[in-house]
């Protein structure tokens, strides 16, 4: 069993930057992909983005890219997502997932362990 915990959300005006983090701890954490989901208000969950165990892999939403990254420190059982330039579209509650293979995918069904997750909300 892996249980996973995000951090790091909270309240910004819009174009600031906020860094989300995922701990991971049970089992060991480098073998799992990591993937981060989001949900606003009123809409499905969205998939933002994931990274293969190795970090070598590494996927994001086509409206993301450029302004959000994801990294990870297995030495520290930690996914981050660093997000800048943020709008109010942006606003959503952001899960973390880990999935029991070392291939990243955009699929949320296909990850095993799911956060809590954490508020964003992005002030105009």
């Known amino acids: 069993q892996v249980r996973v915990v995000e951090s790091g959300g909270g309240l910004v005006q819009a174009g600031g930057s906020l860094r989300l983090s995922c701990a991971a701890s049970g089992r060991t954490f480098s073998p799992y992909a990591m993937g981060w989901f989001r949900q606003a208000p009123g809409k499905e969950r969205e998939f933002v983005a994931a990274i293969s165990w190795s970090g070598g892999s590494i996927y994001y939403a086509d409206s993301l890219k450029g302004r959000f990254t994801i990294f990870r420190e297995n030495a520290k059982n930690t996914v981050y997502l660093q997000m800048n330039s943020l709008n109010s579209e942006d606003t959503a509650v952001y899960s973390c997932?880990?999935?029991?293979?070392?291939?990243?995918?955009?699929?949320?069904?296909?990850?095993?362990?799911w956060g809590q997750g954490t508020q964003v909300t992005v002030s105009s």
């Open positions: 997932a880990a999935r029991r293979k070392t291939i990243a995918t955009m699929t949320a069904h296909e990850y095993d362990y």
